[in-house]
């Protein structure tokens, strides 16, 4: 039996994004992080209900040389110790790089898949930004878009428009029988 995930973005759903000017942006220290309400809850649900929690963040600050990958990795060590994480994925390049594990592109979904024997078809996206839906898409998971009104592109076609983790989990959790891979 493959197991099911729900593959999480980090900043806006696990923890909260900086917003300058309508755009988010990610905490560059420790000290910036704050978890988001309801999201230690909604993650023992659902690691409670045998998801593996996968959580895939795009991290082109280090690329961008405006963060350290020090700074990312503290953080990702902060978060594991916090939350009942499986484990956490980080692409540090830009857009430019054109690299196979930057969302939208799956890369990041695949290499999760890869490592926990993931059903990607009983499997779940759950971000805030129109790249992670278009990589759950691109590897039929089905997708949660946390809507904070960002200023920039919307996703195309989210399975579910949500307003957080918390409300994500509550639906997987009561559909769950639905895409059990068992």
Sequence with gaps: MRARAAFLDRDGVINRAIVRNGKPYSPTRVEEVQILPGVPEALALLKQAKFRLLVVTNQPDIARGTARSSAVDAITDFLMRKLPIDRIYVCPHDASDACACRKPRPGLLLKGADDFAIDLRASFMIGDRWRDIEAGHAVGCETFFIDYGYDERRPDAPDHLVASLA????????????????
């Excluded at 989990?169 to 769950?176: C, D, E, Q, T, V």
Aim: glycine letters at 0%.
């Design 167 to 182: 409300e994500a989990a509550s639906i997987i959790l009561s559909n769950s029988s639905l895409k059990d891979s068992s």
